[in-house]
């Protein structure tokens, strides 16, 4: 069955070093969202891309930046951790401008 | 500012009852509205959608009606159940006439009395 994977699960790194989180689907979809999610603000969009080697950012992309080098995978990387991206990180898929299917999260801690 | 809101961050229903999770928009060119649901430790899930040109859609105890004179959304769960405790969400798009994402509210938490 086509899915969509996120790893790791749970992250912890420390403050400064560069992380990336992977986001991998099967269902051949075009489109590809980062979301991060925190208490009081919902999900809030950090980067996307509509196809292979397009990407734009989102609501709250400083400190972070995406590739998407195949129709699969989007990772999102954080060039220097800070506290303040202590969150949970959800990646999304769709084929057009409708229904996104979510990853399972996953959850990072900076210390 | 965000575009897409809700009115109720929090909602307890008895097991059984009706419930009703309503949601705000502000751009009258959205014509494309999602429900999603999220429990805990899990991405969202798609429950239902519907688009400007229909005011009314119904799923499997879901039924979702659209309000376009007000900008008003709202998701009914009928016979709510334990297994309905959740976060719920509503997302809205412009559509094929603009090349953006989905745009979230900040979530409705339902808590199921049993």
């Known amino acids: 069955d086509a899915e969509i994977t996120q790893s790791p699960r749970h992250k912890i790194t420390e403050t400064g070093r560069q992380v990336t989180l992977a986001c991998h689907q099967t269902w051949n979809h075009n489109n590809m969202f980062w979301y991060r999610q925190d208490l009081g603000h919902g999900l809030r969009l950090i980067h996307y891309s509509y196809g292979v ?6 609501e709250v992309s400083d400190g972070y930046s995406v590739s998407r080098s195949n129709t699969e995978d989007l990772p999102l990387t954080l060039e220097s951790a800070a506290s303040s991206q202590t969150s949970v990180y959800f990646c999304a898929s769709s084929r057009g401008q409708d229904e996104q299917f979510f990853g399972p999260g996953t959850r990072l801690t900076v210390l | 500012g965000e575009s897409v809101g809700l009115h109720l961050p929090t909602l307890s229903v008895q097991e059984g009852d009706n419930s009703i999770i309503n949601c705000a928009y502000s751009n009258s060119a959205s014509d494309y509205f999602i429900w999603y649901k999220q429990e805990s430790g899990k991405g969202p899930q798609f429950i239902i959608d519907i688009r400007s040109n229909m005011d009314k859609r119904q799923g499997q105890r879901v039924t ?21 405790s959740a976060v719920y969400f509503c997302a809205e798009n ?8 989905l745009v979230f509210g900040k979530g409705t938490r ?4 049993a």
């Open chain 2, 64 to 84: 979702v009606l659209l309000n376009k004179t007000v900008k008003h959304l709202s998701l009914q769960i009928a016979a709510t159940q334990p297994g309905d």
């Open chain 2, 94 to 101: 412009i559509g094929n006439s603009g090349n953006t994402p």
């Open chain 2, 110 to 113: 339902l808590s199921v009395i």
């Open chain 1, 53 to 58: 080697h397009d990407t734009n950012k989102g």
